[in-house]
């Protein structure tokens, strides 16, 4: 079946710490995102790519840096730099011939 | 100003009842809208798209309007799995950067 793939589940990060989280895709989709959301609120843009070797900035991408090497992934890197990056992490991707955006299961990111 | 805003309630409704959302969006060169379910914890699900002359899928009714620029979501007869958050989403920008709004907490109860 296809899908987006999201992994780890949980992840936790040391202070100066930076780590990587996964997605991945096989829909053939060219168009991908990283949503970040906070308890209680929406889902805020961090970057977004609409093919490879290609990405953009959304609202909120200070302290985030990501990849677009192969259409099927995008992972995404919480640098040191991100202060407070304890969130629920979502992964999207959009596919134009059906007008439908999947998202990934989540990473739930702590701080230690 | 947000791109997208939403009332983000809560909305406490009754079994039953008809309840409505709406959602606003700035850029008047959106082209594409959708409202998603987001239950807590999980990943949002689509619920349905918005199309210029409205749409319906059985309880669920979606209504665009261009001119005041936003999206509504009507939802008649209120089951207690309808309790969520319903999240509008809009594609804005040429590069299709899909935002979403904070979302609408429902909670229907008995």
């Known amino acids: 079946d296809g899908g987006i793939t999201q992994s780890p589940k949980y992840l936790f990060r040391k202070e100066g710490q930076n780590v990587t989280l996964s997605c991945e895709q096989n829909?053939?989709?060219?168009?991908m995102y990283w949503y970040r959301q906070d308890p209680g609120q929406g889902l805020r843009l961090i970057y977004y790519?609409?093919?490879?070797?290609?990405?953009q900035k959304g609202d909120i991408a200070e302290g985030y840096s990501v990849s677009r090497e192969k259409k099927e992934s995008f992972p995404l890197t919480v640098t040191s730099a991100q202060k407070n990056p304890t969130a629920f992490y979502l992964c999207?991707?959009?596919?134009?011939?059906?007008?439908?955006?999947?998202f990934g299961s989540g990473t739930q990111l702590s701080v230690l | 100003r947000k791109e997208v805003e939403q009332d983000p309630g809560p909305f406490n409704v009754p079994e039953g009842a008809t309840v409505a959302f709406n959602c606003t969006y700035s850029?008047?060169?959106?082209?594409?809208f959708f409202w998603y379910r987001q239950d807590c914890r999980k990943e949002p699900k689509l619920l349905m798209s918005v199309y210029s002359s409205g749409n319906e899928d059985g309880r669920f009714t979606a209504q665009l309007n261009r001119a005041s620029q936003y999206i509504s979501l009507l939802i008649r007869d209120s089951k207690l799995s309808d309790s969520a958050t319903y999240l509008c989403a809009v594609f804005s920008g040429g590069y299709n950067k899909l935002i979403f709004g904070a979302g609408t907490r429902l909670a229907v109860h008995p």
């Open positions: 829909l053939n989709h060219d168009a």
């Open positions: 999207a991707s959009y596919g134009r011939s059906n007008e439908k955006l999947f």
């Open positions: 850029n008047s060169a959106s082209q594409s």
């Open positions: 790519s609409q093919i490879v070797n290609d990405f």
